[in-house]
């Protein structure tokens, strides 16, 4: 897998606004949020996509989860309730290619989780 984002982040060769880390994860607040709170929780082992996840990788793809419910614990939205997003592929809407789970609240989701953006063909 080639070197993308998050693993400069991992290394520490770009800034990020890191929330947690541990040897298995890292979690930092997403530069582009689509919520009044969301980060990004992501493995330190770098998995492309969803499709790419083995069977060895289960512990550290539920410890992003772990995290997750964290770190939902202690900035005091467990309660109130988060949505947690990880996309796969293009039509997916994934754009960095690590994977990586999305933590939004702060405010009330609705559903579906998407908005169109391709019009299909009538």
Known sequence: MSETLF??????EIPADIIYEDDLALAFN???PQAP????????KPIATINDIQQADREVVGHL???AAQ????????????RTVMNC???GGQTVFHI????????????PPYQ???KTPV
């Open 89 to 91: 592929n293009e039509y």
């Open 116 to 118: 169109e953006r391709l």
């Open 30 to 32: 997403d530069i582009n």
């Open 37 to 44: 709170t969301h980060f990004l929780v992501i493995p330190k």
């Open 65 to 67: 989860h772990w995290v």
């Open 71 to 82: 770190l939902a614990e202690q900035q005091g939205f467990a309660e109130q309730g988060y």
């Open 100 to 111: 990586h789970l999305h933590v939004l609240a702060g405010k009330p989701m609705g559903w």
């Open 7 to 12: 693993t400069k982040i991992i290394n520490r």
